[in-house]
């Protein structure tokens, strides 16, 4: 993966129609672009939830989230910002954008799949913030176990994926995390309520009781129902290395 992007944007309570016109119409945009970017989401933020402070009074909130698979789909992010979508967005805007941008991750795993999204298309989207206690790889060995899984048994997900923050000085979204600590960002999309507990059925067995006491800190947490989907779309890749999926190993470790 080459790039990896979360937003925070405040848009003024009186423009936040021209705001999500606008983002729409981007995202059209950038869907028929090209296929470097596999990620490309604007949502409404109307649950507090833990990973974000609380918005502000007369604004609107909305993240941006994108990731790009390859140098062709980082140029197209680029291309995007140099237009005139970012001029036309500013006049909406009650600050400047908090970002949080991953360039190369030293770590990725996950999947994303083809989807249009709409709020008639998209069940739930959810962002974690997960800091870790130090540890020698276990966890990110147990990712990609975690995301053979999803692609071999989950159809539903149309993204699940943890990407490793690279900055130790953290950004203007998200503070930094301890020295010694690794922190991963999660996001997981399901298409319907089913499809998650499908997924719930094995995390519970094995994921869950996994990576819980290895946490340093609760898992901080943002979840966007599908009347806040704006507009925005996945396409079909695998990001990083997931391990070759083998049922019967994996029913072995976890006995």
Not at 33 to 47: L, M
Not at 172 to 178: F, G, M, R, T, V
Not at 222 to 243: C, H, K, L, M, Y
Request: aromatic share 12%; glycine share 6%; with cysteine.
């Amino acid at each position: 993966m080459q790039v990896v992007r979360a937003m925070r944007l405040r848009v003024k309570e009186a423009e936040a129609g021209r705001f999500e016109s606008l983002a729409s119409a981007q995202a059209q945009k950038m869907y028929e672009a090209g296929s470097g970017v596999v990620f490309y989401v604007v949502v409404r933020r109307t649950e507090q939830g833990s990973f974000f402070s609380n918005p502000r009074p007369g604004t609107v909130e909305y993240l941006f989230l994108a990731a790009a698979r390859d140098a062709e789909g980082a140029s197209q992010l680029k291309a995007n910002e140099a237009d005139s979508f970012w001029s036309d967005l500013g006049a909406t805007l009650a600050s400047e954008p908090e970002v949080e941008e991953i360039e190369t991750p030293s770590f990725t795993c996950g999947v994303t799949r083809d989807m249009v999204w709409t709020p008639q298309s998209m069940w739930r989207l959810s962002l974690y913030r997960m800091r870790v206690k130090p540890n020698d790889g276990e966890v990110e060995d147990a990712i990609q176990k975690l995301i053979a899984r999803v692609i071999e048994l989950e159809p539903d997900p149309r993204i699940y994926t943890l990407v490793k923050r690279n900055a130790k000085s953290g950004s203007s979204l998200l503070p930094a995390q301890p020295s010694d600590r690794d922190e991963y960002i999660r996001f997981h999309a399901y298409q319907q309520e089913g499809g998650l507990d499908h997924h719930y059925f094995y995390d519970k067995k094995w994921w869950a009781s996994f990576y819980q006491p290895r946490l340093d800190g609760p898992l901080e947490a943002q979840q966007i129902f599908s009347e806040d989907i704006i507009a925005g779309f996945t396409r079909d890749n695998v990001w990083g290395n997931p391990t070759e999926y083998n049922a019967a190993e994996l029913e072995k470790q976890e006995a």
